[in-house]
């Protein structure tokens, strides 16, 4: 997978995808990221990407040049499955999106800022629009990471134990399990028999209640 991030701030983000499963996703071979700074895109001598609003609304606005001519270089050079914006008002992210998203080649994340960004972006140049949440941050470098975190992942070979990241929450619309490692017993407290018993199915029955029990009580939406 190809993911290319165009941002005002690289330093926020650049760093994020030199460590922990991203860092060996890359040394795999598995991800390739890019990231743009769009101030290099723009044609105004003193590197601005942002102007004052029409109709004289608050705040400053990305403008659409630079991120136009940003994503048409892109792909002059490469076919994209998807141009993703990163707003507070996108489709809610979600463990589903993340499994569709993982299967795709080519994706560019475009990071909101300012203001937001000349709307024409979003009617012309844009597929996608994601929010992780409904709040305001600063920028979408945050949701960027978060996007791509959920998505590379989900690649085949980037975690070792595949098997791991189809357990994880939300993937069947229920929380995971509780789980528990080395000592048995610590302080008094027991790891569950049923763990220490060896039995695979037995094992996996009580992992599937405790999931449904868990859900019911702290996520009950997912079962709707």
Request: proline share 6%; aromatic share 8%; net charge negative.
């Amino acid at each position: 997978m190809r993911i290319d991030i165009l941002t005002v701030l690289p330093e926020m983000i650049e760093p994020f995808f030199n460590c922990s499963i991203l860092k060996r996703a890359r040394d795999k071979g598995l991800l390739e990221v890019e990231i743009h700074n769009l101030r290099d895109y723009t044609t105004s001598r003193h590197r601005k990407v942002d102007d004052y609003p029409f109709g004289g609304e608050a705040g400053m606005v990305m403008q659409v040049q630079p991120i136009d001519n940003c994503i048409s270089q892109l792909k002059a050079q490469r076919d994209y499955d998807e141009v993703i914006f990163t707003s507070p008002d996108g489709k809610r992210f979600d463990q589903p999106m993340a499994n569709r998203l993982s299967m795709l080649e080519n994706v560019i994340i475009l990071c909101g800022h300012y203001k937001g960004v000349d709307y024409r972006v979003r009617e012309h140049l844009v597929t996608m629009e994601i929010s992780i949440g409904d709040y305001v941050l600063t920028g979408g470098e945050l949701p960027a990471a978060v996007i791509a975190d959920a998505m590379v992942r989900l690649i085949p070979g980037v975690i070792g134990d595949e098997q791991s990241a189809l357990s994880d929450s939300f993937q069947d619309n229920l929380l995971a399990p509780p789980v528990y490692s080395r000592p048995a017993e610590y302080n008094g407290w027991r790891v569950p028999d049923i763990l220490l018993s060896g039995h695979e199915a037995k094992i996996a029955e009580w992992r599937y209640e405790q999931a449904l029990e868990r859900t019911r009580r702290l996520r009950p939406d997912l079962l709707e």
